[in-house]
């Protein structure tokens, strides 16, 4: 293996759609593949490699079986493929799991998508109990644990121990609808104040019906490739810099509800990189609720501990003039979310890098960090980093 080869992001292409009632999640899974090989200027008979995730719309649809499904659909002929599953986060370790498919000399062109319907299906996304589907379930859910319920504790307990206030997490929402009023494809293009957000109805205390992300259909793709790949391409790459993975959960009771698995995946993702937060121009940060992003902001290091809340006041993460313009697509709180958030933070990172973000919110970046969590912050979740690097840098 050859560790120093460098790799790149050469396609990317995120679903227009934020509605597809009259559409499969495989249809939406093909046309995303066939948008981020178009923008590569690669065909499908040149994949060798597809690494996807999440559940087709099926009743019987198995995790385990969804690249199985998905590369019969889409005619693919791949001698390498890759199925985890960190929920949201999956598709940044798709694609630092294709990176180094590519530098063993399994693939040269790795094509990873993802679709959702969570919007047509009328899925109870963060609100609903669900069926029971592990051990724990037995000890959780039995007293109506839902997503939003576990990401309202980690709040309280962020404002418990750090005096954060609504108010500074609603500064994180104020930016991403800062950033959607310029994004003609967002959910929501309305820009909003502080006191809209906490102003807003109360879902689940502390957090307000602004501090949580929206439901789309959609979905997205990337074009991973090799440097000879890149080298025959007539198309701005994007290099993968550094990658890094975490899982968190319970540690036997000794649960930290302030604390992400970032710490880890940032850790190991700057470190592959040999560059930290302070080299970083743009940031895109699963934002599947305000408190999301408060954390991660404070776990790979932007800040300290306990500060985030502090940190994102006064526009810091507003386009293009803060200080961390994040998520300018107007992220998961404003645009999207088809159920997964992690292609859509790849792919904005991606256009950031490239020059090709809405000319209002475009950023003079040459470094971006692109960041999921996948799974609850308050239970058991999976951090996943990616560090990527313009080619002018």
Known sequence: ?????????????????????????????????????????????????YLTAGVPEHEDGLPSLTPLIMADYLGLDVAFADSTD???????????????????????????????????????????????????????????????????????????????????LAEVRVAAAHHAQYNEHARFRDPVSIEDVVGSRMV????????????????????VVSDAVRDELDRECVE??????????????????????AVDSGRRAFAEAGLGPDDVDYASIYDSFTITVVETLEDLGFCEKGEGGTFVEGGTLQAPDGDLP?????????????????MTKIIECVRQLRGEANPEVQV?????????????????????????GGEDR
């Open 364 to 388: 003079d970046a040459d470094v971006g960090v692109a960041h999921g969590t996948g799974g609850s912050i308050a239970t058991r979740h999976g951090s996943v980093t990616l560090v990527l």
């Open 204 to 223: 689940a205390d502390p957090l307000h019906l602004m501090d949580c992300c929206v439901i789309t259909d959609g979905g997205g793709a990337l074009v």
């Open 240 to 261: 993968v810099l550094g990658h890094g993975e975490a899982i968190a959960h319970h540690d036997a009771g000794r649960i930290d509800l302030t604390r992400t698995g």
């Open 86 to 168: 960190f929920g949201g986060s999956a598709y940044m370790s798709h694609v630092g799991h294709a990176v180094s498919a590519i530098r063993d000399g399994k693939c040269d062109v790795a094509l990873v998508t993802l679709a959702g319907r969570p919007r047509s299906a009328q899925q109870a996304t963060g609100t609903g109990v669900r069926a029971l589907t592990a051990v724990q379930d037995t000890y959780e859910r039995l007293y109506g644990a839902t997503t939003l319920a576990h990401y309202a504790m980690a709040a309280r307990r962020h404002m418990a121990e750090f005096g954060t206030t609504s108010e500074q």
């Open 326 to 342: 994040f998520n300018t697509d107007g992220g998961g709180l404003c645009s999207n979310h088809p159920n997964r958030g992690g």
């Open 1 to 49: 293996m050859d560790t120093a080869e460098p790799v790149y992001i050469a396609g990317a292409y995120e679903h227009p759609t934020r509605n597809a009632p009259d559409k499969s999640t495989e249809q939406l899974h093909a046309e995303v593949a066939r948008g981020a090989l178009q923008d590569a200027g690669l065909s499908k008979a040149d994949v060798d490699g």
